[in-house]
């Protein structure tokens, strides 16, 4: 089903507004006229003249044409070799060092690189001296694309149903993610004539020997079914979290605590939701999630189609909640979230997110930016990639570079020894940083946060592709080949930024290609003398920044939690995936505390090695150093 922009605004407009010309002017989300159509034109799209500032966009014309740096997909499949024989357990279909949502980001990192690779191959022709046949750069997609189908089953699924709704989510994006995996490696590597399919019956006296070799479709096709139901089901249970009884609408963080509407399970469900929008191939099993006696729920008996409307009404209806939500900070940076103030009070019935969480997070910065790119392929409506730029240019600035200078706003050669570049907000620099990274105290979830955002930045800066033609959508040529060329020179002018970063995590590898946490101790490298930076002395604003509790634990209070009883320490903190585990004393313990962030000790204040503090180097930092380096390929090096 297509949907033009004036179905999109029939659809979903009572819900969010999209046709109301008195929409709230500081969203981006007004009406406006899109490129793709499906009906007969009623007005003339205006393309941006440039997705970049002037004196940006200025310098990027005098850029030319490059050749793509081999050695950059070395250093990416040298970082995909290590994380999949480090880490990855193939008896068990996972990686166990892992926990629920950073495993479901792993496979997301694999299926994307393993769509790089199979999109590398043309790169890699035996044209070239010393390159190897076909045979073998076909063998590597499959290694790592049946290292996917195992985790699909080492996944921890029915553990997953019952966790907050981010963690719900991931599993979505993950799956969508490998289908587009199989679906360019089909189209690249396996189209088959249409004429003749190879979809006889087999039991045709008339079958030959060629006819068992010739015209197939890619193998791993037949997996297909398997994971779009899990990505709907686990759809199906998350957009259950999405609630309109407070802050006038958003998606509830989880539901075991107190209300928190946070930035990543709203960007989660617009990222996901129009995903599925444009990758659901569709689903017609209903097992194993309804009970045998629900004969009258219509979803047993019938095919969920794709191109459902529902989840484009999703996604527009998030982003323009998002939006309107004030979650962003005077940086252009999306903080963690709200919650309702007063909430847990006898008699209080405030029901308005006004009460916010200032920390600022990478990821926060990155998954809308599948979401973005998604609303735009969906709509044809330039504003969704102007707002998705707008957001890059934030993140880069708050890292500490300059996009005109195309460089660092500071030179870390006049350091005195011992002394770090300042802290811009999200990264020193140039390079990105949590607020964990330089203390070394990042938890389990705060070592997944960078390759998220390097993973999403990706997915957004491909290049643009029209509709196609049996899709009945028409397109504005003059329009398209003007947003075309804004979006891929924009991207292009990011191509220093990401490689300043890639460099700098290059330079965190130890012996065995594992990747460190923090990526500026790449660049400072000899030059630092003394201890290593504590939360005391890293410059961060942790006190006024408000609770990281990703990293540091949900504090057992308000507006968190309930009110603990009165022998409970009020300071006790949890990590975020509860259950607890009792103890002998009686106190809670919580479950994988251990796994999930090592304790810091005297001793990593005088480490060597910086990234060898607090959890070290992990699946997770490997699967950050993965992510970037396939950003750096497929932004600066891919034409």
């Not at 940006?56 to 005098?62: F, L, N």
């Not at 102007?386 to 030179?411: P, T």
Request: glycine share 10%; charged share 20%.
């Amino acid at each position: 089903m297509v949907l033009s922009i004036v179905c999109v605004l029939a659809v979903a407009g009572a819900a969010h507004g999209l046709s109301d010309r008195n929409v709230d002017k500081k969203s981006s989300l007004v009406q406006e006229c899109p490129i793709f159509f499906s009906t007969a034109r009623r007005c003339d799209p205006i393309a941006p003249k440039s997705f970049l500032p002037a004196d940006v966009a200025a310098v990027q014309e005098s850029k030319g044409s490059h050749e793509p740096d081999l050695d950059v997909l070395v250093d990416v499949l040298e970082a995909m070799h290590v994380m999949q024989t480090a880490y990855f357990a193939p008896w068990l279909g996972t990686w166990p060092d892992a926990i629920d949502w950073t495993a479901a980001v792993m496979g997301t990192h694999v299926s994307g690189a393993t769509r790089s690779i199979s999109e590398a191959l043309y790169y890699v022709n035996p044209e070239r001296k010393g390159l190897p046949d076909w045979k073998l750069k076909e063998n590597m997609v499959e290694k790592y694309f049946t290292q996917v189908t195992a985790y699909y089953f080492g996944q921890d699924a029915f553990a997953i149903r019952n966790e907050a709704y981010d963690d719900i989510l991931w599993v979505v994006l993950g799956w969508l993610e490998t289908i587009q995996l199989l679906n360019m490696h089909t189209y690249l590597h396996y189209r088959i004539n249409i004429a003749d399919d190879g979809t006889r019956s087999q039991s045709s006296v008339n079958r030959g020997l060629d006819d068992f070799f010739t015209n197939q479709t890619y193998h791993g096709n037949i997996w297909i079914p398997a994971f779009s139901h899990r990505a709907r089901i686990f759809w199906d249970l998350a957009s259950k979290g999405w609630d309109t009884k407070l802050c006038g609408g958003g998606m509830i963080w989880n539901p075991r605590l107190l209300p928190y509407k946070n930035a990543i399970t709203n960007e989660l469900f617009i990222a996901a939701s129009i995903s599925m929008y444009l990758y659901f191939p569709g689903d017609d099993n209903a097992s194993p999630y309804y009970r045998a006696g629900n004969t009258d729920n219509p979803d047993l008996h019938t095919r969920i189609e794709p191109r459902d409307a529902k989840y484009l009404k999703a996604a527009v209806e998030g982003y323009k909640w998002l939006v309107d939500s004030n979650m962003t900070n005077s940086q252009g940076l999306y903080t963690d979230g709200f919650h309702i103030s007063g909430y847990a009070d006898a008699g209080n019935n405030n029901t308005k997110c006004d009460q916010r969480d200032n920390v600022v997070l990478s990821y926060n910065q990155g998954v809308l930016l599948t979401g973005l790119r998604g609303l735009w392929d969906a709509t044809g409506a330039s504003s969704y990639l102007s707002d998705g730029h707008r957001l890059i240019q934030n993140v880069i600035k708050a890292s500490g570079y300059d996009l005109i200078s195309d460089a660092a706003v500071d030179d870390i050669s006049r350091l005195q020894p011992g002394q770090l570049p300042r802290w811009h907000g999200l990264g020193r620099a140039g390079v990105m940083e949590d607020p964990c990274d330089a203390s070394g105290t990042c938890s389990q979830d705060g070592q997944t946060f960078k390759g998220i955002f390097f993973h999403h930045l990706t997915a957004f800066c491909a290049r643009l592709t029209a509709p196609a033609p049996e899709s009945g959508t028409k397109v504005d040529a003059r329009a398209f080949a003007a947003v075309s060329d804004s979006h891929r020179n924009a991207c292009s002018a990011y191509r220093g930024w990401v490689r300043h970063n890639a460099q700098a995590a290059l330079g965190t590898r130890d012996g065995d290609g594992k990747f460190g946490q923090w990526w500026t101790a790449g660049l400072l490298g000899a030059s630092w003398a003394g201890p290593w930076p504590t939360t005391a002395d890293d410059g961060v604003p942790h006190e006024t920044s408000g609770t990281d509790y990703r990293n540091y634990g949900v504090p057992n209070r308000p507006p968190w939690r309930v009110p603990p009883p009165r022998e409970a320490s009020s300071k006790a903190q949890h990590p975020i995936e509860a259950p607890a585990a009792p103890a002998g004393n009686g106190a809670r313990v919580p479950m994988g505390e251990l796994k999930r962030k090592r304790r810091v000790g005297a001793d990593d204040a005088g480490a060597r090695d910086p990234n060898t503090r607090g959890r070290g180097r992990t699946v997770e930092t490997q699967g950050g150093g993965l992510a970037l380096l396939r950003a750096y390929w497929k932004i600066a090096q891919t034409p």
